[in-house]
């Protein structure tokens, strides 16, 4: 029994261990069970036989032994305890230590499985221990030891330990088991396994592969009669990931498989060994990208782990550890953080706190917090693990290493890049020193700090980085492979992300070389080369080249990874990006909603990559303003990432910003405000409150005030941004730059240019120094700064701006790329806006040119180029071209956008315009008409395209005259421009003035004027005085003004606007032309003929030579002409004017508008003139009919002409029917106007004319009293009336014979008129012809005929011999000569008068009537009656026809001819014209004046007063200046409806400022505006720069000949001297100096003002002469002032005589400069550039200042060009390094007046740790020029020979300060420093006057002698050994930090509360840390300020002495000890 049953306990044994080692565990189990129970029963058959016990025992031990491991197998911890406890009581009761090694072994095993790997070690060692006393060294027990020591090892992280172990099993040359023979045994093949993970660790990924394949393949070979294993499977599961982590997956998947079907075969389904296959199968999953999947293979994993292990077991907390990691990569940050907390709670609950498991746990959930933006949660877990790690693993292990990693991501997060570099750093270090430095895994290292600074954008230190990690990695793998080709390909995107895209391409296309080169799966490699290609040349607008790109790599990822990858999803959005670029939007929605799919089939709805999908979508559809869409769109991701990430997190942030955006495109500020005020809060919470973060958030809420323009809360939110950008990351970055920009733009809006400017240029310097000057960011920044010059007016800086930007593009991109073409644009606009438009077109057409050409469809910027070019022909009024441009621009914005497109809406409106110009009103409306709609579709609610819309449509409706619906719509338009920008806008001010408009022409003067004043107001404060818009509105002004008879107001601001668009548009442009004609208009009106015909003749060559004459401008002026024609009584002339004005308007207008209604009544006036009455009145009802329809009946237009009807009337003899016109004319007045203005006096004055011509005197003085007292009460515009109303009321004193009353009011009269018009016109020469008229009645007759006499001269000087005015004088003459009884003279002045008026009236004229019936009388006096009958019935013919028949007139001509026919004999004839006659006397004049007498003659009448009589033949003789009052025109020629060019109006001019307004002071200085002193030149507006010394000129002063200098490298300057002031023969030397020292010194100080230099200074010698100057000879100088008007400028002054100017003189004598209080005048040269003219009395230095309030001056000190400076030098010294002995030496050349403080605060601290004091600089200049500099050692020797010789370049107009830096070394450390070296300057150019100079740098008491430097302390001796060996206070710092504690707090508040204690708080644990850390951060932050001397005060101020004492007695013992 016994032999048989050893032998079936040896059967079933060895067949259990087979079935053992290939893992059939169950199986084994069950037959080893059944082996013991044999051995059991065996034994208790050998109680009694202790000879055979000893081998049982060792079968029972063995048996125990075998069952422990299989349940330690099984993970049956508690049955393999029980085993292996009585298998090791078994062994030790033999006494046999080899079993007892094999229990400790599997004891080992046990404690391996439950992660107690220190445990396993301790029994693997100590079985070890046992094995090496039994067996040899070599042995494969001994060897199995080592396998399980290393296995422990490596579990526990301690991969030297593990390899050193795992060498001892494995040759790691040969890879060959360390046995004799070589013999592979299945216990030990695992060694393969360990090792392959081992090196899997350190990231040898082929040498791990090659292990586990040497593993499958022993495997294989030791079973060779079954291959079927779990470890076969376990091999083929570790090779399967080896493939997954290089991205074979497909060979990673085959090898899973089978490991899967091998282990499911063996073991079953429910089965750890499974579970661990399916962990794996997951962690494939998840190198895919397949997310889910692997959610699925975990969840199964943890499904089969739990049935099969339950929860408490360290795989289970593995799987949930791995199954967190995945929801946390699929963005389910809060499932991931339970799972894994419930895998920390096994791990802590299994294993206890202090072990790697744990670590890695707080790892993971480190991350969570991290991915949710807690980065202190994050840090703190992070910190947790590294602690753990460092204690188990040292300070240099791989893990430690990923943990230091870790840290640098938080404290990156953190806004600490500062801690974070050193973590990062730290990482690469331990690498290093565990791996080597080429190493791969180094290598990578370099990679991972790449990408650190590439996250941080420190892109060229990013690519240092990747390029010593390539050099690594070529060393440690060689040149051809993916890893070193696909770091060319990063190295490409670094210079991508500096913008150096020629650095990148070749790059890439290196890569792609290297890897097509390659063999096996580079394809996914290429895909992203090509992607990475594809962005560099996207960014270049190569679009055709990036979509083939990006089209190659689609191609790839979608063969590779199909359709619903991720990468095929993001290529997906890139290809829709450049149709989005393309303007195809179609086709981009459509990719980019297939890239959304996707995103959801791969994530699910709930995932974050998602919601940036929705995000994509919602921009594209916020791109095209379908704001709905894109709201829906934003509001999709915001709930995905409430859901997924809750409210409070950063992706919540961001959307909020995104649905922001739309509220802002819709106008919704509110509501844009609250989300991101929301996002704000958000990420303070999350990023604490100085987070970067934050500082976008405050940028994100500037903009949307600026959209407001609440620019002061916009700027106030963009400068807390800065500031903690500048705290976070300093001045020298990209964001900072930025940020500046920002700041810089809101500056620009709110007009402060200057300020703009200065950031704008410090933006720039930023790029520069980061980026280099040759990158696309620096052309942006460049075209900023030329866009300040630009809205400056300083055309030429801004065109050499843009130039450069132009230049610098073209150098990067090429002539032909679409950048440049913006550019072009950029250029063109600026010449657009200075109205240089044919440099605009020429940009313009470049611009096209290279648009067209560079892509293969048109796209949206080349229909916006045809655009930019229609605008420039619409300035130019040149339409049609206009029009042609943009009906190119609509075809292609249709095929882009659709026919609903906002582009197309756009260019609707620009064509409408246009039309609109053409007067095509009503198709202009249908466009108008649908751009509105297309706006209301797109924009909803209120937005400036609607308020545009709505403008263009009530403008048109306004030029068609339909005014109530126009302004129905102007209305809407204005509340849109309000609700939108608030009360005050440009867009409301336009608005404002074109209802004052139509206010106007419906005579709602108060109205209008309120509304123009509204506008004006608006326009001024948004666009500076200088404006165009401003122009306008002073051209209504105007107009009203002249609607109400106030011509000087209205010339005021027809001047303002003339001097407007003359400074801006140049003299040859319509605007000015039309202005001129304003001005000419008002001339007119003051009776300025010839002024005026001059000024229309100018406005009309210029209208001929841009609109042409048939445009409605021109007519108008032909109106306005013929006005002065008709005035001068050319009236042929003036109706030839006329009719050509209603022809043009006729063909352009559609006959019933105000220009053809006014040019009716035009026409109407000159038939009256001519006497066609009938005619005459027939045009005015035209007239009159046209406007009724336009206006209504009771219009104040409509009443002007009937007016003129009632003035026909008059004429006519119709007075009745006159007066009528008069009184409801005045009706209507009094209703529409106030009683007291000009309209009204002027009708009571034409009722007072018509009671004068009906004789009726009393009345007509009534009427004519309430005229002149209304005129009297008004202003000086009424005097020109009140003028007419004088001298018509002499005439009616006159005909009523008060001859005194008559004279008085003649003198009246012509006082007023010489005061107005000064010297001769027309209305002084009718007073005197009316006064010549008085003497005539009174019989003085030689004094009328000198008062006539002086009327004809000032008549024939002012129109030549042959206008009607001086008929006039001569027919008056002519009635003097008769009744003088002088017949031939007056027979011959009255032919002259009646030749005169033939020509110029025709027969048919009352003036010509007169003039035969007065020569009639003469040949009747001289007793020709057959002469004097032919003329009487000639002027009876044309009074009939003319008049009525009851005029005196024709009374007259009847009784003229009466009395030829008495004295002719003829009886009959005689009584019949008697009768006639006395009949139409007695009609007119009645009983008052006229007895009826009775006798043969028939009806007679007789005069009762003689007086009255003379008087009436005078009035129906006599020519009198008789004025009425005329009856203004309406003038829609001057009411401008704002002219629009372009889809947006600019807000940009002139920034204004206070200013010290001029004091009055006639004893200080006179200010002649006549001209008293000759001026011969004029000067230019800026100095050219003295190239040889300054420029002179000398000349001999000779008697009798006047001096004239001037210098001529400076155009201006002159000097004037007539030979009477000076002796002869003296030299006079003129020379001009800049205002640089020494010259400018001593300029006097004011208390509240400064005074600014604007002229250079000016040296006339010999200096100190006097002048002998006379009263009518005087010594002028004429100084330039070209920085006058940059000044005048910049305090938003109109010219520059508004400064308050002090004029300085100086002699060499005295060498003060003193104020002069001389006479001066300004002019203005030909160029438009101010100078001043002086009239000096003594020869000496002279300087024209402007007085400014001290506190503005910013800005000015640098106008003038600088010379030369006087110059300081500050001197620094570094701390001396007490190693090396080394200092750094840093000298600063400065302007002597620079504020030092301002320089010393750009230089860091540890450079100015000791001031040096400078020798020999006493009054020291240096000018502009290159020096050579030298250092000459002393105590310092200068380390770089190459900074011995430095060239130092000065332009004292560029910079103020220049340094020189010296690294140095010290001669004697031990002697104190006295002279330390000296600097030596000198002069590279011969011609300057600079001898060269040596300064000593030495050490003084006396060195820090600047009260402004306080920055530093002065170097004495005594500091020196300080210097030499600063004191580390360090330790003392501890020592204070240690007993300060818990009270650091209080500490740090007291020393120095600006350094923060927050973070210090959150990080530190421990109170002694915290203080400790906050005193080394202050210390770091004071530099050498930091003391203990001030921690010791602080802690004094505490009353913690306690802690001072215990700090002495430790600093003393410690003296004592040292």
């Not at 002086?1734 to 024209?1744: E, G, K, M, N, T």
């Given at each position: 029994m016994e032999k048989a049953a050893i032998e079936e306990h040896q059967s079933l044994c060895e067949t259990a261990y087979q079935r053992y080692i290939r893992g059939y565990y169950a199986q084994a189990f069950s037959i080893y069970d059944q082996a013991l129970q044999i051995a059991l029963t065996w034994k208790d058959a050998l109680k009694c036989d202790d000879n055979n016990t000893t081998a049982v025992n060792e079968a029972l031990c063995d048996d125990y032994l075998s069952l422990a491991k299989i349940c330690a197998k099984q993970l049956r911890f508690d049955k393999a305890y029980e085993y292996c406890d009585q298998s090791q009581q078994i062994a030790r009761e033999l006494n046999n230590n080899l079993k007892v090694a094999y229990c400790l072994d599997c004891y080992g095993d046990v404690k391996k499985e439950k992660a107690r790997y220190d445990d396993a070690l301790l029994d693997y060692e100590a079985a070890l221990k046992l094995k090496l006393e039994e067996k040899d060294k070599n042995s494969k027990d001994v060897i199995l030891s080592y396998r399980n020591i290393g296995s422990a090892q490596l579990m526990a992280g301690k991969l030297d330990d593990a390899f050193t172990a795992l060498y001892k099993v494995i040759d790691p040359v040969k890879h060959l088991f360390r046995l004799p023979n070589n013999v592979a045994d299945v216990e030990l093949l695992e060694a393969y396994n360990d090792l392959g993970l081992a090196y899997c660790l350190r990231r040898d990924f082929e040498t791990s592969l090659k292990m586990h394949q040497t593993c499958l393949k022993l495997s294989l070979d030791v079973l060779k009669d079954e291959t079927d294993s779990l470890l076969v499977a376990s091999c083929y599961g570790h090779i399967a990931m080896m493939h997954g982590l290089e991205d074979d997956f497909a060979d990673a998947m085959i090898n899973h498989d089978k490991a899967l079907e091998m282990a499911v075969k063996i073991a079953g389904e429910i089965s750890i060994e499974v579970t661990k296959i399916y962990v794996w199968k997951a962690k494939i999953r998840q190198s895919e990208s397949r997310i889910i999947d692997a959610i699925a293979d975990m969840k199964k994993a943890l499904q089969i782990g739990l049935e099969v292990i339950g929860r408490n077991h360290i795989l289970v907390s593995d799987i949930y550890d791995l199954l967190g990691t995945l929801y946390m990569s699929q963005g389910d940050l809060e499932i991931s953080y339970n799972v894994l907390k419930q895998a920390l709670a096994i791990r802590q609950e299994l294993l206890g706190d202090h072990n790697l498991s744990v670590a890695t746990s707080y790892v993971s959930i480190g991350n969570i917090h991290f991915l949710k933006n807690n980065f202190l949660d994050a840090l703190n877990y992070y910190r947790k693990s590294l602690d753990i790690q460092q204690d188990i693993l040292g300070e240099s292990s791989l893990d430690i290493a990923s943990s230091f990693h870790n840290l640098g991501n938080v404290y990156v997060s953190l806004g600490d890049p500062d801690d974070a570099l050193p973590a990062y750093q730290h990482a690469l270090k331990i690498l290093i020193n565990i791996?080597?430095?080429?190493?791969?895994?180094?290598?990578?290292?370099?990679?991972?700090?790449?990408?650190?600074?590439?996250?941080?954008?420190?892109?060229?230190?990013?690519?240092?980085?990747?390029?010593?990690?390539?050099?690594?990695?070529?060393?440690?793998?060689?040149?051809?492979?993916?890893?070193?080709?696909?770091?060319?390909?990063?190295?490409?995107?670094?210079?991508?992300?500096?913008?150096?895209?020629?650095?990148?391409?070749?790059?890439?296309?290196?890569?792609?070389?290297?890897?097509?080169?390659l063999r096996g799966d580079v394809m996914g490699a290429i895909a992203k080369t090509y992607k990475h290609l594809a962005d560099s040349v996207f960014r270049q607008k190569q679009y055709p080249d990036a979509l083939r790109y990006y089209k190659n790599s689609l191609a790839v990822r979608i063969n590779q990874l199909g359709e619903n990858h991720l990468d095929v999803i993001e290529l997906y959005d890139k290809v829709g990006a450049i149709y989005n670029k393309q303007n195809k939007y179609n086709d981009a929605l459509l990719l980019y909603r297939r890239s959304l799919a996707s995103k959801i089939t791969a994530h699910g709805n709930k995932n974050l990559e998602v919601a940036e999908a929705h995000d994509t979508v919602g921009n594209l559809y916020n791109l095209q303003n379908r704001f709905d869409h894109a709201r829906a769109a934003f509001e999709n991701a915001l709930l995905i990432r409430r859901t997924v990430s809750g409210d409070n997190s950063l992706e919540v942030a961001t959307s909020y910003d995104n649905i922001a955006t739309v509220h802002l495109r819709m106008n919704m500020y509110d509501e844009a405000l609250q989300l991101l005020e929301k996002s704000l809060a958000i990420r303070k919470k999350l990023s604490g409150e100085d987070s970067l973060d934050v500082a976008n958030s405050y940028?994100?809420?500037?903009?949307?005030?600026?959209?407001?323009?609440?620019?002061?809360?916009?700027?106030?939110?963009?400068?807390?941004?800065?500031?903690?950008?500048?705290?976070?990351?300093?001045?020298?970055?990209?964001?900072?730059?930025?940020?500046?920009?920002?700041?810089?733009?809101?500056?620009?809006?709110?007009?402060?240019?200057?300020?703009?400017?200065?950031?704008?240029?410090?933006?720039l310097a930023i790029l520069i120094n980061l980026l280099g000057e040759n990158s696309m960011e620096v052309t942006s920044a460049i075209a900023n700064i030329a866009k300040i010059y630009q809205s400056?007016?300083?055309?030429?800086?801004?065109?050499?701006?843009?130039?450069?930007?132009?230049?610098?593009?073209?150098?990067?991109?090429?002539?032909?790329?679409?950048?440049?073409?913006?550019?072009?644009?950029?250029?063109?606009?600026?010449?657009?806006?200075?109205?240089?438009?044919?440099?605009?077109?020429?940009?313009?057409?470049?611009?096209?040119?290279?648009?067209?050409?560079?892509?293969?469809?048109?796209?949206?910027?080349?229909?916006?180029?045809?655009?930019?070019?229609?605008?420039?022909?619409?300035?130019?009024?040149?339409?049609?071209?206009?029009?042609?441009?943009?009906?190119?621009?609509?075809?292609?914005?249709?095929?882009?956008?659709?026919?609903?497109?906002?582009?197309?809406?756009?260019?609707?409106?620009?064509?409408?315009?246009?039309?609109?110009?053409?007067?095509?009103?009503?198709?202009?409306?249908?466009?108008?008409?649908?751009?509105?709609?297309?706006s209301i579709e797109i924009y909803k609610n209120h937005h400036l395209g609607i308020c545009e819309g709505y403008y263009d449509v009530s403008r048109n409706l306004a030029q068609q005259n339909n005014f109530v619906e126009a302004i129905d719509k102007y209305q809407k338009s204005l509340t849109v421009a309000i609700l939108i920008c608030g009360e005050n806008n440009v867009y409301a001010a336009l608005t404002y003035n074109d209802i004052g408009c139509i206010y106007q022409l419906q005579c709602r003067y108060g109205d209008s004027l309120a509304m123009y004043e509204k506008g004006l107001t608006m326009r001024r404060d948004a666009l500076g005085e200088n404006s165009l818009a401003v122009a306008v509105s002073y051209g209504n002004l105007g107009c009203l003004a002249e609607s109400q008879s106030k011509y000087k107001e209205a010339l005021q601001y027809f001047r303002k606007a003339w001097k407007i668009w003359l400074s801006v548009l140049g003299v040859n442009n319509v605007k000015l032309a039309l202005a001129t004609a304003n001005i000419g208009s008002i001339c007119t009106l003051q009776g300025k003929y010839v002024d005026a015909l001059v000024l229309f003749e100018k406005s009309a060559i210029v209208l001929k030579n841009t609109v042409g004459d048939n445009d409605i401008y021109y007519a108008n002026l032909c109106n306005k002409i013929g006005n002065i024609y008709h005035r001068q009584g050319n009236y042929n002339d003036a109706l030839l004017m006329h009719e050509k004005a209603l022809d043009i308007q006729k063909k352009i207008l559609d006959g019933k508008n105000f220009h053809v209604a006014n040019s009716y009544r035009n026409i109407g006036i000159i038939y009256t003139s001519r006497g066609k009455y009938n005619l005459a009145i027939l045009t005015y009802e035209q007239s009159i009919e046209i406007l009724v329809k336009i206006l209504t009946e009771k219009n104040l237009s409509v009443t002007y002409v009937r007016n003129n009807i009632g003035n026909v009337f008059l004429l006519q003899g119709k007075l009745n029917d006159a007066l009528i016109i008069f009184q409801q004319s005045l009706s209507l007045q009094q209703q529409i106007l106030s009683e007291k203005c000009i309209v009204t006096a002027k009708s009571y004055g034409s009722l007072g004319f018509t009671y004068y011509k009906k004789h009726k005197y009393d009345e007509a003085l009534t009427n004519y009293q309430k005229c002149i007292s209304i005129l009297e009460e008004l202003d000086e515009d009424a005097y020109l009336d009140l003028a007419v109303s004088y001298s018509n009321v002499g005439l009616i004193h006159k005909a009523m014979g008060k001859y005194a009353l008559a004279?008085?009011?003649?003198?009246?009269?012509?006082?007023?008129?010489?005061?107005?018009?000064?010297?001769?016109?027309?209305?002084?020469?009718?007073?005197?012809?009316?006064?010549?008229?008085?003497?005539?009645?009174?019989?003085?007759?030689?004094?009328?005929?000198?008062?006539?006499?002086?009327?004809?001269?000032?008549?024939?000087?002012?129109?030549?011999?042959?206008?009607?005015?001086?008929?006039?004088?001569?027919?008056?003459?002519?009635?003097?000569?008769?009744?003088?009884?002088?017949?031939?003279?007056?027979?011959?002045?009255?032919?002259?008068?009646?030749?005169?008026?033939?020509?110029?009236?025709?027969?048919?004229?009352?003036?010509?009537?007169?003039?035969?019936?007065?020569?009639?009388?003469?040949?009747?006096?001289?007793?020709?009656?057959?002469?004097?009958?032919?003329?009487?019935?000639?002027?009876?013919?044309?009074?009939?026809?003319?008049?009525?028949?009851?005029?005196?007139?024709?009374?007259?001509?009847?009784?003229?001819?009466?009395?030829?026919?008495?004295?002719?004999?003829?009886?009959?004839?005689?009584?019949?014209?008697?009768?006639?006659?006395?009949?139409?006397?007695?009609?007119?004049?009645?009983?008052?004046?006229?007895?009826?007498?009775?006798?043969?003659?028939?009806?007679?009448?007789?005069?009762?007063?003689?007086?009255?009589?003379?008087?009436?033949?005078?009035?129906?003789?006599?020519?009198?200046?008789?004025?009425?009052?005329?009856?203004?025109?309406?003038?829609?020629?001057?009411?401008?409806?704002?002219?629009?060019?372009?889809?947006?109006?600019?807000?940009?001019?002139?920034?204004?400022?206070?200013?010290?307004?001029?004091?009055?002071?006639?004893?200080?200085?006179?200010?002649?505006?006549?001209?008293?002193i000759k001026m011969e030149r004029s000067l230019y507006s800026g100095l050219i720069a003295a190239e040889e010394g300054y420029p002179h000129i000398s000349q001999m002063h000779e008697a009798d000949q006047d001096t004239f200098m001037m210098v001529p490298q400076l155009p201006g300057l002159q000097l004037t001297v007539p030979w009477q002031c000076l002796d002869r023969n003296t030299n006079v030397v003129l020379t001009a100096f800049y205002t640089d020292p020494p010259y400018i010194h001593g300029v006097p100080d004011r208390p509240e003002s400064t005074l600014i230099p604007i002229s250079p200074i000016v040296r006339i010698e010999p200096n100190g002469k006097e002048l002998n100057n006379e009263a009518d000879k005087n010594v002028t100088l004429q100084m330039p002032l070209p920085v006058a008007d940059e000044i005048?400028?910049?305090?938003?002054?109109?010219?520059?005589?508004?400064?308050?100017?002090?004029?300085?003189?100086?002699?060499?004598?005295?060498?003060?400069?003193?104020?002069?209080?001389?006479?001066?005048?300004?002019?203005?040269?030909?160029?438009?550039?101010?100078?001043?003219?002086?009239?000096?009395?003594?020869?000496?230095?002279?300087?024209?200042?402007?007085?400014?309030?001290?506190?503005?001056?910013?800005?000015?000190?640098?106008?003038?060009?600088?010379?030369?400076?006087?110059?300081?030098?500050?001197?620094?010294?570094?701390?001396?390094?007490?190693?090396?002995?080394r200092v750094h030496l840093k000298i600063i050349v400065l302007d002597l007046f620079e504020d030092e403080a301002k320089i010393l605060d750009k230089i860091p601290v540890k450079f100015q740790h000791a001031k040096v004091a400078i020798e020999g600089l006493d009054n020291t200049f240096l000018e502009n020029g290159t020096y050579n500099v030298e250092f000459k050692q002393g105590e310092l020797q200068c380390v770089h020979d190459e900074a011995v010789h430095q060239s130092l370049e000065i332009d004292w107009n560029k910079r103020f300060c220049y340094v020189l830096n010296y690294q140095c070394l010290l001669k004697d450390a031990n002697k104190p420093l006295e002279k330390l070296a000296s600097i030596t300057v000198a002069s590279v150019d011969a011609q300057q006057q600079f001898q060269p100079k040596c300064y000593n740098l030495v050490m003084s008491s006396q060195a820090c002698n600047s009260p402004r430097n306080t920055n530093c302390e002065v170097m004495t001796t005594e500091m020196f050994h300080q210097l030499i060996a600063p004191t580390d206070i360090k330790p003392s710092l501890a020592i204070i930090a240690d007993k300060i504690?818990?009270?650091?707090?209080?500490?740090?508040?007291?020393?120095?509360?600006?350094?923060?204690?927050?973070?210090?708080?959150?990080?530190?644990?421990?109170?002694?840390?915290?203080?400790?850390?906050?005193?080394?951060?202050?210390?770091?932050?004071?530099?050498c300020k930091a003391t203990i001397d001030n921690v010791l005060e602080a802690l004094g101020k505490m009353d913690r002495y306690d802690i001072i004492d215990e700090f002495n007695d430790s600093v003393e013992s410690s003296g004592r000890d040292s």
């Open positions: 791996l080597g430095e080429d190493h791969i895994d180094v290598a990578v290292a370099y990679d991972d700090i790449g990408r650190f600074f590439d996250r941080q954008e420190r892109y060229e230190e990013a690519r240092q980085m990747y390029q010593k990690s390539l050099e690594k990695h070529i060393i440690a793998i060689g040149e051809n492979n993916i890893i070193v080709a696909c770091m060319y390909t990063k190295i490409g995107e670094m210079y991508y992300q500096l913008n150096q895209d020629n650095l990148a391409i070749p790059m890439y296309h290196k890569s792609l070389i290297e890897l097509k080169k940028s994100h809420i500037a903009a949307a005030y600026k959209c407001q323009t609440k620019f002061d809360k916009a700027l106030s939110n963009l400068e807390k941004g800065l500031g903690i950008k500048l705290k976070k990351i300093g001045e020298n970055s990209v964001e900072v730059a930025e940020s500046y920009n920002n700041i810089a733009t809101i500056y620009q809006y709110q007009k402060l240019f200057d300020m703009s400017l200065v950031l704008f240029k410090r933006s400056q007016g300083k055309l030429e800086n801004a065109v050499s701006m843009f130039e450069k930007s132009l230049s610098l593009r073209m150098h990067l991109m090429g002539a032909d790329d679409l950048n440049v073409a913006d550019a072009y644009s950029n250029l063109g606009f600026c010449y657009f806006k200075h109205h240089r438009y044919n440099q605009a077109l020429i940009n313009y057409e470049y611009m096209l040119s290279i648009r067209i050409n560079a892509v293969e469809v048109p796209i949206i910027d080349t229909a916006n180029a045809h655009n930019s070019i229609g605008y420039v022909y619409q300035a130019q009024c040149k339409y049609n071209d206009a029009l042609e441009q943009f009906m190119k621009a609509l075809p292609i914005q249709r095929n882009i956008v659709g026919v609903n497109g906002l582009d197309v809406g756009i260019s609707y409106r620009n064509i409408g315009r246009i039309h609109d110009k053409q007067h095509n009103y009503k198709y202009a409306a249908a466009l108008f008409q649908k751009s509105l709609t297309i004279f008085e009011m003649f003198e009246k009269c012509l006082n007023i008129e010489l005061e107005i018009n000064g010297g001769d016109n027309f209305g002084i020469a009718d007073t005197y012809n009316n006064i010549g008229l008085v003497y005539q009645s009174q019989g003085l007759y030689e004094k009328a005929i000198t008062a006539h006499e002086k009327a004809l001269s000032i008549r024939k000087k002012l129109d030549g011999d042959k206008c009607v005015q001086v008929a006039d004088s001569y027919q008056n003459l002519g009635l003097i000569y008769e009744l003088q009884k002088n017949y031939n003279d007056a027979l011959s002045v009255a032919k002259l008068a009646l030749e005169i008026y033939l020509p110029i009236q025709g027969d048919r004229s009352s003036d010509v009537a007169k003039s035969f019936r007065n020569i009639g009388l003469i040949y009747l006096s001289m007793e020709d009656k057959q002469s004097a009958l032919e003329m009487l019935e000639k002027s009876l013919s044309i009074e009939l026809k003319l008049m009525d028949e009851d005029s005196l007139e024709i009374a007259q001509c009847y009784d003229g001819i009466a009395r030829i026919y008495q004295l002719e004999d003829k009886m009959d004839k005689f009584r019949a014209n008697v009768h006639r006659a006395a009949k139409i006397q007695w009609k007119i004049l009645g009983p008052d004046k006229l007895t009826k007498i009775k006798s043969q003659g028939g009806f007679q009448v007789n005069f009762k007063s003689p007086v009255f009589y003379n008087n009436l033949l005078g009035e129906l003789q006599q020519s009198a200046g008789i004025r009425v009052h005329s009856w203004i025109d309406f003038r829609t020629d001057v009411i401008c409806l704002n002219n629009v060019v372009g889809y947006t109006r600019q807000i940009l001019e002139n920034f204004k400022s206070d200013y010290v307004k001029p004091k009055k002071d006639d004893d200080k200085m006179k200010h002649h505006s006549d001209d008293k005048r400028q910049s305090f938003g002054l109109e010219t520059a005589k508004y400064l308050d100017l002090c004029i300085l003189s100086r002699t060499k004598t005295d060498n003060v400069w003193l104020e002069e209080h001389v006479d001066y005048q300004y002019r203005v040269d030909e160029n438009g550039s101010p100078c001043l003219a002086i009239a000096i009395s003594q020869f000496a230095d002279y300087l024209v200042t402007a007085n400014v309030i001290s506190s503005k001056r910013l800005f000015l000190a640098n106008k003038f060009p600088s010379y030369q400076k006087e110059i300081s030098v500050l001197s620094y010294l570094s701390e001396i390094h007490r190693g090396s002995n504690a818990s009270d650091w707090k209080t500490l740090a508040t007291t020393l120095d509360p600006d350094v923060a204690t927050d973070d210090v708080d959150l990080i530190k644990q421990k109170s002694g840390e915290k203080a400790l850390a906050w005193l080394l951060k202050w210390h770091r932050a004071r530099g």
